[in-house]
């Protein structure tokens, strides 16, 4: 083993279940990296960043665990160009406060800005405007990652090793660790958008507005209730929005036009029982949030009031109790929006209450073989684990696999192997790509032994 | 890897012919076929285990175990982590013997001291290995309300029921810090071949039944859990009554 410090723990995703032990070790900068890989044990060796998986992709039972936030520079930033460099350490977080006074945007922010720049690349994220923008791997110029033999690569989207640049993209951390990168950011006027909300209250009116003039709009998201049943199953809201522009703010805004408005006000004390979330709550929940929305055209938001209302309440997964919650998130070809209202019926009708539930339609994919978007509609839902959500969640797979859908790694917990083959139907391409740097297997996480990914 | 809502992929079963342990991995099965190695004396019935599981799609191996051959368990139990991890250990193997030859017979009484409690040993430790390299994983093993307070009609038995569980009680502790958990699973009286013909006790139950305890007791973690539940009372009540009282007992 290497001799830097390190400590056995267990470790869990954000859904905290599973939890396996590892030894965790902590590099200070690339070379701490490569000592560490090329001296991993039998178990083997897999990054973490900031924990927001929220299955087992950063965990590695018996083996060693990176955690990368020890990797933290942001090495530049060119307000010209937009190209910053940094460390794959860094969160979203940091890096956005850095470039944001120099008119500088992230364009692919997921539903948190707690994810490490490494950690976004190795599940290549998306967000709201994924239509317009495409995945964070999209955006990725360069990237320097330090392989199982512990050689440091320079790899670029169309460079003699861009297989190796693709496969690193949605490749949860095992070709590879990514040491650092150089991302292309957005000029923007202000950090605040002009939001569209409007509340729709069945999911056939809100899929079909969520479908037309979507081209308009930079961002476009909608939460729907899945609690209420009738002729109001799947009432909502549609969010939309684009960039504001100076001249759409208030005088008063337009003073500092770039504020960074991201509060954390308070964090969840990890005391609640199991069940705190129940067909009760779960109704009064949906309906507060459906109420709190009514419909209004071209608000002023920051940006935790349109992208992240989740971050201003740290640790918000300890609200569901100890025995933890899976996010079930998954894409279908968009001519079978159908299974949107099969899934979302079944979930009902099975007694589970999702209280969060998000749906997105994507853009255009990437070349990465293992990147989950592609055109169709996405789903997500958020349930706290009880008895029988393992064989819901299996008929579930059944439905989105037979319409040509998939699941996406970063949220995955529990699916089986012949899922994974049957979504991504290049995963032994990517296979033979990873073979060819780590032959040896030396990159293995918890989710690549689950789903028979090496 | 035992996943999100607690599935496990790979079950070992020592005692491959266990009916209470076959039970087990069928109610795993039931919500998702998995990798199983049945360690067991080749048999008839181990091949009609095979047969049965699977019929239920799981993937089946056999592994030539026998109790007595203590020398060969760190073998055995090689072989049975050789293909990849194990999410589930059951040890389930155990005789119940006749307690009147038990007591009164050396070579019986070894027998049962031997299987019941030292090859339990030796393949927790074996198993124990295994699982802390692993950094995760849960070992189940079927210990018994007998070994609780021993009784004058089976109280051989019920010393090396004794000895087990105490043992996998103390590697509960010693396996927890490396990921692993260790559940003791104390049934009552259950109805299999192993209790053909004997008088069911109060709260007797089924291989199904404990199979049921056992699955919740791997996807909650739970380190101790008796069969069915509300025998945790009643053996909490019995634990302390005076022993003149004790013996006049009907049990």
Redesign the interface.
């Given at each position: 083993m290497t001799s830097l410090p390190s400590e056995?723990r267990?470790l869990h995703g954000w859904?905290r279940?599973?939890?396996?032990?590892?030894t965790v070790i902590t590099p200070r900068n690339p070379e701490e990296v490569a000592a560490a890989i090329t001296s991993a044990g039998p178990?083997g060796i897999i990054a973490r960043g900031l924990g927001r998986s929220?299955?087992?992709p950063a965990q590695?039972?018996?083996?060693t665990v990176l955690d990368m936030t020890g990797l933290t520079a942001v090495h530049s930033i060119d307000a010209d160009s937009g190209r910053v460099v940094v460390d794959a350490g860094v969160s979203l977080d940091t890096l956005m406060r850095r470039a944001l006074p120099f008119g500088l945007w992230l364009p692919v922010l997921p539903g948190t800005r707690q994810v490490t720049i490494g950690g976004a690349i190795g599940a290549d994220i998306h967000g709201k405007a994924h239509h317009v923008v495409g995945s964070f791997g999209n955006h990725v110029e360069a990237m320097t990652l330090v392989t199982a033999d512990g050689s440091v690569r320079e790899l670029t989207p169309d460079g003699p090793e861009s297989e190796l640049f693709w496969a690193t993209v949605g490749g949860m951390g095992l070709t590879g660790v990514v040491v650092r990168a150089v991302l292309k950011l957005h000029h923007v006027e202000t950090a605040y958008f002009k939001v569209d909300t409007e509340q729709i209250d069945n999911l056939a009116d809100l899929m079909d507005r969520q479908t037309r003039d979507d081209e308009k709009y930079a961002e476009s998201v909608s939460w729907f209730d899945a609690v209420t049943t009738g002729e109001h199953f799947g009432r909502g809201i549609l969010t939309r929005a684009n960039h504001a522009t100076l001249a759409d703010l208030t005088s008063k805004q337009r003073r500092d036009p770039l504020k960074f408005d991201a509060p954390q006000l308070l964090t969840v004390p990890d005391v609640f029982p199991p069940g705190l979330l129940n067909k009760l709550t779960g109704k009064i929940f949906s309906e507060a949030w459906y109420r709190k929305s009514p419909t209004r055209m071209g608000a002023i938001q920051n940006i935790t009031q349109f992208l992240h209302p989740l971050d201003i309440i740290g640790e918000w997964n300890r609200g569901y109790g100890p025995h933890?919650f899976?996010q079930y998130q998954f894409v279908v070809p968009l001519e079978r929006g159908d299974v949107i209202r099969t899934v979302l019926e079944r979930v009902t009708a099975a007694g589970h209450v999702s209280a969060l539930n998000v749906l997105k339609r994507f853009g255009e994919g990437n070349r990465a073989p293992l990147s989950f978007p592609k055109p169709g509609w996405t789903l997500c839902l958020d349930i706290p684990?009880g008895p029988g959500?393992?064989?819901l969640?299996?008929e579930l797979d059944a439905i989105v696999l037979d319409a040509g859908g998939r699941h996406y790694l970063a949220k995955e917990?529990?699916t089986?192997p012949e899922a994974i083959r049957r979504g991504y139907p290049r995963l032994d391409e990517w296979r033979k790509i990873r073979a060819t740097v780590d032959p040896e297997g030396v990159f293995a996480s918890?989710l690549a032994?689950?789903l028979e990914l090496i | 890897m035992i996943d999100a809502v607690g599935n496990p992929q790979s079950i070992l079963l020592l005692g491959g012919t266990s009916e209470i342990g076959l039970a087990a991995v069928e109610a795993f099965a039931g919500d998702r076929p998995l990798r199983v190695i049945l360690a067991a004396r080749p048999s008839a019935r181990l091949d009609g285990a095979k047969v049965r599981l699977e019929s239920r799609g799981c993937a089946v191996e056999t592994l030539d175990f026998d109790a007595l051959a203590l020398d060969t368990h760190p073998e055995v139990v090689e072989k049975a982590f050789a293909a990849g991890d194990v999410d589930v250990t059951i040890v389930a193997f155990g005789l119940l013997g006749d307690n009147e030859q038990s007591w009164t017979d050396v070579p019986t009484a070894v027998e049962l001291a031997q299987v019941n409690y030292t090859a339990a040993v030796s393949v927790g430790v074996a198993v124990g290995d295994k699982l802390k390299a692993q950094g995760h994983g849960s070992l189940v093993a079927l210990s018994s309300v007998a070994g609780e307070r021993a009784r004058r009609s089976n109280f051989v038995y019920g010393s090396t029921k004794a000895g087990l569980d105490a043992f996998y009680t103390g590697l509960t502790e010693a396996l927890r810090p490396f990921g692993v958990t260790v559940s003791v699973v104390r049934p009552g009286f259950v109805h299999t071949k192993m209790t053909e013909g004997l008088k069911a006790a109060p709260l007797s139950t089924t291989p199904e039944a404990v199979a049921e305890v056992i699955v919740d007791a791997v996807r909650g973690k739970k380190e101790l859990v008796w069969a069915p539940a509300p025998l945790r009372f009643v053996m909490s009540a019995l634990r302390h009554v005076p022993r003149p009282i004790f013996r006049r007992l009907p049990l």
């Open positions: 056995t267990a859904g279940t599973a939890p396996t032990v590892a178990r929220y299955g087992d590695n039972a018996g083996g933890g899976l684990i959500l393992g064989a969640c299996a917990s529990r089986t918890d032994r689950r | -």
